[in-house]
């Protein structure tokens, strides 16, 4: 048996291995506490250094789809690179408004001759150098005014084009030679438009110039066409429509060579292109322009620039100035 010397050393010793753990685990348990605390945890915010690194990052993903368009394998560069030579330079409305107005001369009149001898590119259906087919009609054409509103008139050699081909009023002051097959030809100015059911091809001639090409009694006749550039001496006018003002105008271009594919006004931010009726006016719906510089570009690219057209409702403003010759 054990003494009582003995059971009081065990008990002792068991007491020291019991407080020794707890001193043990008591260590282990503050040193992870302070582990954890030291570790950041998910939603803690990064450092400056984190910071800086995240923003490069995202820099770095802004630039990729850049770098992926132009097939570099590198950044994109922060400042723009020089274009290609030969690519198209960008201006800012007001760069060209200016060099505009510096390049403009003294004269009321300028002209710029064709770039190519190619149409423009809105020509429309009318185009140089080509023959159309269709059947020639008569109409009465009393004094010569139309749908193209240019006003009476002592020559009747006038014909309507078809709506397809009028092309809301695209085709007006055309002039076209008309031939029959029995070999009889006449050139006619297109004033007026023939509605449906006129075909494609088709002109409505006035009476006077049908009876130029057969007997009126023929009523239909096989004819082809083409677009003409006339010699004239006249020069063209600028007509501003009754009722236009500094809030409101409509514009139209009259005895003009060459069919107009376009007009336009000049404003403080530019060029503007104005639309065109199917009464063959060009329309300035708020007025900006209305009263000033007016540019007018016919089928082959040539512009005529005219300044100083005073804004006069229903009055034919000569200009001085006309299309050349094809």
């Known amino acids: 048996m054990q003494t009582a010397r003995q059971a009081a050393r065990q008990r ?28 950041p945890g998910p939603g ?3 450092k400056a250094g984190a910071k800086a690194g995240a923003a490069a990052g995202a820099g770095a ?19 723009p690179a020089p274009p290609p030579a030969g690519s198209p330079t960008a201006v800012t409305p007001s760069a060209t408004a200016a060099a505009t ?38 109409y009465a054409a009393g004094d010569g005014n139309g749908a193209c509103l240019f006003g ?36 006619v ?22 009876a130029k090409l057969a007997e009126l009694k023929v009523g239909r006749l096989p004819i082809t066409w083409s677009l003409v550039s006339p010699g004239t ?19 139209q271009v009259i005895d003009h060579r060459n069919p107009v594919a376009w007009l336009e006004v000049r404003t403080s931010q530019g060029w503007r292109k104005l639309p065109r009726t199917d009464y063959n006016y060009f329309l300035a719906a708020d007025g900006e322009g209305c009263g000033g510089t007016i540019r007018i570009t016919d089928i082959y690219g040539e512009q005529l620039t005219v300044d100083g057209t005073a804004l006069l409702p229903n009055v034919a403003q000569p200009t001085g100035v006309q299309f050349a010759a094809h």
């Open 152 to 187: 009476p008139s002592d020559d009747l050699m006038i014909a309507a084009m078809n709506t397809t081909d009028y092309e809301s009023s695209r085709a007006c002051g055309a002039y076209v030679r008309v031939r029959a097959a029995n070999g009889a030809s006449i050139t």
């Open 12 to 39: 002792r010793h068991r007491h020291r291995l019991m407080l020794g753990t707890a001193v043990i685990l008591t260590a282990a348990g503050v040193l992870i506490c302070l582990m954890t605390s030291l570790l």
């Open 44 to 46: 803690a915010a990064p």
């Open 101 to 138: 107005t510096a390049a403009a001369p003294p004269a009321a009149a300028q002209k710029t001759p064709p770039a190519a001898s190619t149409p423009a590119p809105s020509a429309g259906r009318i185009r140089p150098d080509t023959t159309y087919k269709g059947v020639a009609t008569a």
């Open 233 to 251: 001496s006249d020069t063209l006018s600028l007509r501003y429509k009754t009722g236009s003002s500094a809030y409101w105008c409509g514009i």
């Open 189 to 210: 100015r297109i004033t007026n438009e023939c509605p449906l059911p006129c075909a494609p091809g088709q002109l409505d001639l006035s009476e006077q110039a049908f």
């Open 61 to 79: 993903d802004v630039a990729a789809p850049a770098a992926t368009q132009t097939g570099a394998a590198s950044p994109a560069p922060t400042s």
